[in-house]
């Protein structure tokens, strides 16, 4: 560990997070500095800070960044160079898009970026694409469909299938520019970005709506408006969930959303919870882009993605082994270690719990290794405080490459690991009784391994968890019999009660135990 690294821990600037990287973000709409820690394939956010400058405000009027916009940019952006003198932090990117790359004065603005020591990139919008593109393949591995990244000055749009992209496709739909095409009529805005969609969807070379051999796929959605669409919808619908990332809704489902918020105002919209003005402000118009997109496109539904650009940049530094990695995993276990449970005491207790509560039909066992990380780390939660703040981990924060079921299953797990097994609503809304059943007998098996020797490695070598011919056994070597104790009786009983069958203790030699083990 460097000295850099002792030095910031020390100072418990993050909690313990090491800042490692930072990204400035440079959009038509915003002006944007992020740090991140953790892992990079699942990068924690320790520092967003954003300047609304509206850069791009003024591009299709005169071509040019507006004097106050750019001194207001410059003000965050000077800002943003203290702070990362500051914490030290040296790998910093830069990118700028739309607005500056058009601007007749955009190199003077890139001069002023590079007198504050940064080294900006100025991204074409086939590279913005692309970027957005390796944000939303990170985000959910395997993704196939259309890259939908609505900028303030640019739309960007690709195809992604088996990692690969297409080709990528720029058009000047930014935010900032849908109010012009509203001008005249909401109707003739829609059919003029329909005929721009159109082209666009030809020079990719995409299946149009009716054409033979058109396979529908799900189009991601990425930017900060589109998220905000999301947001009205959950809470149209009365979502558990509150994180937009990977919420999901059918092409008539969206169509439906739009048609409604065509009729929204700024107004009308600015009073909801977590839409901000500016949000509010640009979501009528969006919603019209939407129609135009869902009728060129013809997706089999949306996805909306809060990874995109600046993701993308952290996910295409990775090896090849790196991007292979479970971004669910390696979130989940950094958080997990901040917290006195690493991933090789979780390993330790999946493995020891596998034979008798193994991932059936619902569960597998990545999501079964994260909910044994975030009970064993839940431990560590004040008694009084536990069990809701445990819960909203699983349901609340952004793991990634998860669903709404698979979030119920780490609830549900956490929650029997402290025996509440009377589940909110909440969670029993997102999942089926079987699943959640499942992850139930998870955490009853986390409990009784934790408890059976106070965590210890010994314990768990020293003992073993079976179903042998229907009945749950738990075999001791003789010199730990004595850890079976009122409380293991207890979570026994238990974990066989919800599995319906019987249960036993045996007793046998050390060797026996351990060659058994061994083998």
Known sequence: ?????????????????????????????????????????????????????????????????????????????????????????????????????????????????????????????????????SGVLGAFPGACGSVVDLGGGSLELVRVSDGEMGDPVSLPLGALRLPDYRQKSDKHADADMRKRLEKAVRKGGWGLSGRAGHTPSPLYLVGGTWRAMAVFAMQLRGHPLSDPHGFELSSSEAQELTEMLVMETQDSLKGRRRISSMRAEKLPDAAILLQALLAQLAPSGIVFSSWGLREGLLYDRLEDHGKTQDPLLAGVSI???????????????????????????????????????????????????????????????????????????????????????????????????????????????????????????????????????????????????????????????????????????????DDELISNVGE
């Open 1 to 133: 560990m460097s000295l850099k690294r002792k030095r910031v821990d020390r100072h418990g600037v993050f909690a313990g997070n090491t800042p490692e990287r930072a990204i400035i973000d440079i959009g038509s709409n915003t002006v944007r500095l992020v740090v991140y820690g953790g892992s990079m394939r699942a990068p924690t956010v320790l520092l967003n800070e954003k300047v609304t400058a509206k850069l791009g405000r003024d591009i299709s009027e005169n071509g040019m960044l507006a004097d106050e916009a750019v001194a207001l940019a410059m003000r965050g952006l000077e800002r943003f160079a203290l702070l990362l003198n500051d914490l030290e932090i040296d790998d910093v990117e830069t990118v700028a898009t739309a607005a500056v790359r058009e601007a007749s004065n955009g190199p003077d603005f890139v001069a002023k970026l590079r007198d504050l020591g940064f080294e900006p990139r100025i991204l074409s919008g086939e590279e913005e694409a692309c970027l957005s593109a």
């Open 335 to 509: 958080f997990a270690t901040q917290r006195g449970a690493p991933p090789t005491l979780a390993t330790r207790i999946a493995a020891w719990t596998v034979d008798a509560i193994p991932p059936r039909k619902h569960g597998t066992e990545r999501l079964r290794l994260a909910a044994t990380m975030l009970a064993l780390a839940s431990m560590q939660i004040e008694p009084n405080i536990r069990l809701p703040q445990a819960i909203d981990w699983a349901m609340h924060k952004r793991w990634i490459a998860v669903d709404g079921a698979d979030r119920a299953m780490l609830a549900a797990a956490i929650a029997a690991n402290g025996n509440a097994l009377d589940l909110p609503s909440d969670v029993q809304a997102l999942a089926s009784k079987e699943a959640l059943e499942e992850a139930i007998c998870w955490g009853l098996a986390v409990r009784l391994a934790r408890r059976l020797g106070a965590r210890t490695a010994r314990s768990l070598r020293v003992s073993r968890l079976q179903v042998v011919d229907g009945t749950l056994v738990l075999t001791l070597a003789a010199s730990h019999a004595a850890l079976f104790g009122v409380p293991t009786e207890k979570d026994m009983k238990l974990l066989a009660g919800r599995l319906g069958i019987d249960w036993a203790v045996a007793i046998v030699p």
